[in-house]
């Protein structure tokens, strides 16, 4: 079956301006969360959906958005974008919270 | 506050050998999960090996294995028979049984010598 896929793989936008990055799960998982890797900081959890549902959101400002969609395909949103937002975006999706999650490739991002 | 510490920032091992990584982490919880992560060039976070706090049991995949000491609160991954496709960046992982949120160590590089 086909794995957790996020689009695009790779993104350059310049300061000041917004994005949005998609995660599809794989079928049948209706929770998605998204991390932040960068070299400094390691991995960094931003949010966790379900059923359309902000559960759960890190300590990252209010720039940093997501949603997700009934068929629990999920974007996130960067806007104003700063240097320092440059990173590799992962989502990962799961059934619930017993069974583990599968994580996708990544968005890199980067901000000049 | 859960916190997951790696302090073998790189480690490398003759191929067909056996390495072990170290991870240690700090909760105050009794209930919770430990996970190995292997994240290849390909930048996937591909699961390896997982472990119940309240299972006594060291679990095991394969050629992984983990040495679980919950009151040392350790966890490290023994990598045995170690091939050319292990390498890659090990990451720790802790995440509270009732929790969806995963805490990541600062990752291990390994490198396996041919």
């Known amino acids: 079956k086909a794995g957790v896929t996020q689009t695009p793989r790779y993104l350059i936008k310049t300061r000041g301006q917004q994005v949005t990055l998609s995660c599809s799960p794989i079928?049948?998982?209706?929770?998605v969360s998204w991390y932040q890797q960068t070299p400094g900081q390691g991995l960094q959890f931003l949010f966790e959906?379900?059923?359309?549902?902000?559960?759960n959101k890190g300590n990252f400002p209010g720039r940093f958005s997501g949603r997700q969609f009934s068929n629990s395909r999920s974007e996130m949103n960067v806007s104003t974008l700063e240097l320092g937002d440059s990173a590799l975006y992962l989502c990962?999706?799961?059934?619930?919270?017993?069974?583990?999650?599968?994580f996708g490739s990544g968005t890199r991002l980067t901000v000049v | 506050a859960q916190t997951v510490t790696q302090s073998q920032p790189e480690m490398s091992v003759q191929e067909a050998e056996t390495v072990t990584l170290s991870c240690t982490y700090d909760?105050?919880?009794?209930?919770?999960?430990l996970f190995w992560y292997k994240q290849p060039p390909s930048r996937q976070m591909i699961l390896v090996i997982r472990?119940?706090?309240?299972?006594?049991q060291n679990a095991t995949e394969n050629r992984f294995s983990v040495n679980f000491q919950k009151a040392a609160k350790s966890f490290s991954l023994k990598i045995s028979d170690s091939q050319l496709g292990d390498a890659a960046m090990y990451f720790c992982?802790?995440?509270?049984?009732?929790?969806?949120?995963?805490?990541f160590g600062t990752g291990t590089s390994l490198t396996v010598i041919p």
């Open positions: 990962a999706s799961s059934t619930d919270r017993e069974k583990g999650y599968t």
């Open positions: 079928s049948g998982h209706r929770s």
């Open positions: 959906y379900f059923s359309e549902t902000q559960r």
């Open positions: 909760t105050s919880e009794s209930d919770y999960y």
């Open positions: 472990q119940e706090a309240y299972k006594q």
């Open positions: 992982a802790y995440r509270r049984n009732t929790g969806n949120q995963f805490y």
